[in-house]
């Protein structure tokens, strides 16, 4: 993902050393550099790391691909954090 910002780079390397078998990395956002995507069936976890506020991170929205319909957003400090939203779905 050469187009993609230092973080997001670090933050996927970062989470190729866990276990998130049933989700695919996905990138709708070509143009926005600091934004990655993950997709388990009809459910994408999107994660920025455009914020004003350093000490958050990741910003993470969910939502339903089916109806477009977003389903939570949050902030997140650590990548540990981060981690433990993947577990909800």
Do not use: C
């Amino acid at each position: 993902m050469k187009n993609k910002s230092t973080e997001i780079r670090n933050l996927l390397e970062s989470l190729s050393r866990e276990e998130l078998p049933e989700f695919s990395i996905v990138d709708y956002w070509d143009a926005d550099t600091t934004a990655i995507g993950f997709q388990k069936g009809d459910i994408l976890i999107y994660v920025s790391t455009f914020s004003k506020d350093k000490t958050k991170p990741y910003s993470i929205i969910v939502e339903d691909l089916k109806t477009g319909k977003e389903l939570w957003f949050k902030e997140k400090k650590h990548i540990r954090n981060l981690l433990m939203s993947f577990g909800q779905f």
